[in-house]
């Protein structure tokens, strides 16, 4: 079911060629990098530096749990060493 207003309709995605919820279907992106496009892409049409920031804010996040995906990895990895 598609919502009752086309986000086209609200005016600040008219000059783009696809949605960026269209985007990030077609190319399987997760919520915080769906999010980064869709600021990315309005930010001059809607909230002009306050989307900036929101897309930082998400790329900030990115960064933060990638940080942490290494780090538990690192020490996955150590534990198992010392384990053998």
Same mark, same amino acid.
């Given at each position: 079911?598609?919502? #009752? @207003?086309?986000?086209?309709?609200?005016?600040?995605?008219?000059?783009?060629? %696809?949605?960026?919820?269209?985007? +990030?279907?077609?190319?399987?992106?997760?919520?915080?990098?769906? #999010? @980064?496009?869709?600021?990315?892409?309005r930010w001059k049409q809607k909230n002009? %530096?306050?989307?900036?920031?929101? +897309?930082?804010?998400?790329?900030d996040r990115m960064i933060e749990l990638?940080?942490?995906?290494?780090?538990r990895n690192f020490v996955k990895e150590?534990?198992?060493?010392?384990?053998?």
């Open positions: 079911m598609k919502p #009752s @207003i086309n986000a086209h309709q609200a005016g600040h995605y008219q000059s783009l060629k %696809i949605e960026p919820v269209e985007y +990030a279907e077609v190319n399987n992106l997760g919520i915080h990098e769906f #999010s @980064i496009v869709k600021y990315v892409s002009g %530096i306050d989307d900036l920031r929101k +897309a930082k804010w998400y790329i990638e940080e942490r995906r290494i780090v150590e534990e198992d060493t010392h384990d053998r």
